[in-house]
Nanobody
Framework: QVQLVESGGGLVQPGGSLRLSCVAS????????MGWYRQAYGKQRELVAG???????NYADSVKGRFTISRDNAKNMIYLQMNSLKPEDAAVYFC???????????????WGKGTPVTVSS
């Protein structure tokens, strides 16, 4: 079984910072791209930031310059450093990964259960 587990969410004031972490565990032989998504109440889930195995990143326009995604391939982890947080950043943040459980399988996408981020004074 493969699991993605997020951590680091919480309550922060506007202008504050949080660092999210996600670790992938279980039967994994290879992880391709990974990313962070978020879903605010009543809205669709959206991509926040993605990172390839080689470290190429992409960001939603709304977070460029404020959020930084990074990856530790040795630990099967990704991080999301979130600075200058705004009330509109409040959402449940989900980790996503495309990975293989055996070398013969095609990559499949897995989701974590999410970690909530609240931005409020």
């Amino acid at each position: 079984q493969v699991q993605l587990v997020e951590s680091g969410g919480g309550l922060v004031q506007p202008g504050g910072s949080l660092r999210l972490s996600c670790v992938a565990s279980g039967r994994i032989v290879s992880i391709d791209d990974m990313g962070w998504y978020r879903q605010a109440y009543g809205k669709q889930r959206e991509l926040v930031a993605g990172i390839t195995k080689g470290g190429i990143t992409n960001y939603a326009d709304s977070v460029k310059g404020r959020f930084t995604i990074s990856r530790d391939n040795a630990k099967n982890m990704i991080y999301l450093q979130m600075n200058s947080l705004k009330p509109e950043d409040a959402a449940v943040y989900f980790c996503n990964a495309a990975l293989k459980s055996t070398w013969y399988d095609s990559a499949m996408r897995y989701w974590g259960k999410g970690t909530p981020v609240t931005v409020s004074s």
